[in-house]
């Protein structure tokens, strides 16, 4: 069985990152919609309030002509305001939009008219030259204006005439000399359509108190309103460009789904797909797929793909073992049986067999009866050792008296960096080295050498006997369950597939080297996190 293919490491980014982008961005499409209504009723507002300016100018201009004409002394003006180079009349700087709905600038309704002083005849009588005026310029751009005197009383307008709005705010910093805008709640005797009312627009009056100067003096003051255009029939105008910007949202759209189908959706129906069909028996689906969208979905893949090959090479171990176990008690078996049934049919039998046939029988069967008792032990210690817990610490030296008192058929010495801490408990270590010198002692072994030296993270462990040695054909195989040159002397060709089993659960391994006399293993195990600190 291949190892599993190598899924290629690139960036690919984390199923939390997806979420929270594709979460993000489907907030962020309504509030944006929302902002841009925003600023975009910002922008009405300002519109407004800059034809306001205008047309205020305008008509400031217009009265103050109409005052200089009437001669009207300047003791009979209002305030004395000094030169003002806010005014536009004046032309030293120009007025500019400065409401702002973002802003805390939006009052209640305009308070109503009350009643003043009576006005100059003079300024009612540029009321009544100016009335022409303010209407055929309110007709033109749906704006109510009133001309007011210097003391704040309508002379000119539609309604309120002879009434004071002096008291209004913007009015009376128009009578200082200041103009002023501002921005109101709107007071309408009729509804609002249904689909405008949604605009906040339509709820508001832009209102602009424009100073008349004259001389230095306020002459009046032109106090224009008009409620700014409703964004829906902006939208309906610029309808073009805003069907190619829903289009612009609706692709944005599909390619966040589509990005959420590459990235999530996709990979996990592929699982699912390759998980049936490993399930129903298809060992060519043990491959990586073709797209794994996120980090989170390659490494879940590549980790259930090697999950499915160590499963199937663990079930044809599995397999291959339960054959070899079968072949290896067959024989042994039948003999007893065969030994067995020729004892039985002696029973009676003329002439009885021998003494000394018998006695090769029995023989036999005791033989037989040992070498599987010997296989099942074999088999129990293979059992432990790949079940054995990988935790604890050992070194090499706290060993040596134990390995020496348990095969003294051996001379054993150990040498090089004995104090280093292999991460592997007492117990488990004695029996890789108990197996790996009875083995050197069957073999005609007098002297068993263990060499220790560090190679990074690890240790390399070369076990060095003087025996028979082990021919260049069978090296492929000693690690081979049941293989073993000693089938004749009891061997069961178990002791090095245990060795391996023990340091495979350990993240160890275990090769044959090359050696001129003898033989050598080669064994490999990580070091314990405490060999670190104490280097």
Known sequence: MTAPATVQQKWRPPLALMVFVLVASVLVLPLLGVFFFRIYENQLVHQTEAELIAQSAALAAMVQREVRQAGIPLERLGSDVGAQPATIVDGARPVVPSLDLAAQDLRGPRPDAVPGPAPDPAFVAIGAAMAPVLLETQRATLAGFRLLDPNGVVIAGRGEAGLSLAHVDEVAEALRGTPRAALRLRVSSRPPPPLYSLSRGTGLRVFLAMPVIHEGRIAG???????PSNVFKHLYDERRKFIIAGLAIVLLSLLIGMAFHRTITRPVRALIARTKAIEAGDTSAMRPLSGHGTAEFAELSHSFLSMAESLKRRSD????????????????????????????????????????????????????TTRLSAIVQRLRELARA????????????????????????????????????????????RIVLAHLADNAACHGATRLDITARRADRTVILEVQDNGAGISPNNRARVFDSFFTTRRETGGTGMGLAIVRAMLTAHDGSIAVADSRTGTVFRLVLPISAAAGRAS
């Open 317 to 368: 171990f599995i397999a291959t073992f339960a054959a070899h176990v079968s072949h290896e008690m067959k024989s042994p078996l039948t003999s007893i049986q065969g030994a067995a049934e020729l004892l039985r049919d002696d029973i009676g039998a003329s002439p009885p067999m021998s003494a000394d046939e018998q006695r090769r029988f029995l023989g036999m069967i005791i033989a037989d």
């Open 386 to 429: 790949e079940a054995q817990p990988t935790g604890g610490m050992v070194t090499l030296a706290a060993l040596l008296t134990d390995l020496r008192a348990a095969e003294p058929r051996l001379t054993i010495d150990i040498s090089g960096e004995t104090g280093l801490f292999l991460r592997i408990s007492t117990e488990n270590l």
């Open 221 to 227: 003051v032109v106090y224009a309103s008009r409620t």
